[in-house]
């Protein structure tokens, strides 16, 4: 499979936790991009990287969050002391260039309890 | 910044019909995209459209296609001949076309369709 994939599927935690996320983009695209999707609601965006380099964070994106992208290739973020309101769907995103389509990731399902 | 609306949480079609889902957006750029994307339950977000808001001429792609009216904002995805596969959340969203914005988008809330047999 070629796709986005990401790691885990599913992630259940307790308030205070920290969890980590991995996204493997397609291979040849360097624009990797983060979202949170809540229940009933469209995709928010989080962060962008272009290769390695973190361009842009949303301020959605709180001092708990980080993210990083090692070498340009896969991509992680980690959520320190989880809140339940960082219970959420966590979505990469990969394309070739800005202006190309983005593929999606099956996204990462956090449940924090 | 841009915003994104969906005023139709729900949709309905019997199966071989035609539906309209609408979409309104709000931006002072001259320059940008718009996207339907398709989430199955379940699934990962698949592109079903896009649309270049310098192009008149309205998109389509084979069942879908886009009633794109730049003036007033609204960008609604028309899907023809509608099948059970097409059941989905359908989101519509937007990307500004200028240099700093890096290529993200920004979504509606969504419309969840529901096909008929």
């Known amino acids: 499979d070629t796709g986005v994939s990401q790691d885990p599927r599913h992630k259940i935690t307790k308030r205070g936790q920290n969890v980590t996320f991995r996204c493997d983009p397609i291979?040849?695209?360097?624009?990797l991009y983060w979202y949170r999707q809540t229940l009933g609601q469209g995709p928010e965006f989080l962060t962008y990287f272009q290769n390695e380099a973190q361009l842009e964070k949303s301020r959605l994106l709180s001092d708990r969050f980080s993210a990083e992208r090692p070498k340009g290739s896969f991509s992680t973020l980690e959520i320190q002391r989880t809140e339940q309101g960082d219970s959420a769907m966590y979505l990469c995103a990969s394309s070739f260039s800005n202006y190309n389509e983005q593929f999606f990731g099956p996204g990462t399902r956090l449940t924090v309890l | 910044a841009q915003t994104v609306t969906q005023s139709q949480p729900e949709m309905s079609v019997q199966e071989a019909e035609t539906v309209t889902l609408s979409c309104t957006y709000d931006?002072?750029?001259?320059?940008?995209?718009l996207f339907w994307y398709k989430q199955p339950p379940s699934r990962q977000m698949i592109l079903v459209i896009r649309q270049e808001a310098y192009k008149q001429q309205n998109a389509t792609e084979n069942r879908f296609s886009v009633n794109f009216q730049k003036a007033a904002k609204s960008f609604s995805l028309k899907i023809s001949d509608s099948q059970l596969g097409d059941a989905a959340m359908y989101f519509c969203?937007?990307?500004?076309?200028?240099?700093?914005?890096?290529?993200?988008?920004?979504f509606g809330q969504g419309t969840i369709l529901t096909v008929h047999p």
């Open positions: 931006t002072s750029e001259s320059d940008y995209y």
């Open positions: 969203a937007y990307r500004s076309a200028g240099g700093t914005s890096y290529g993200k988008l920004t």
């Open positions: 291979s040849e695209h360097n624009r």
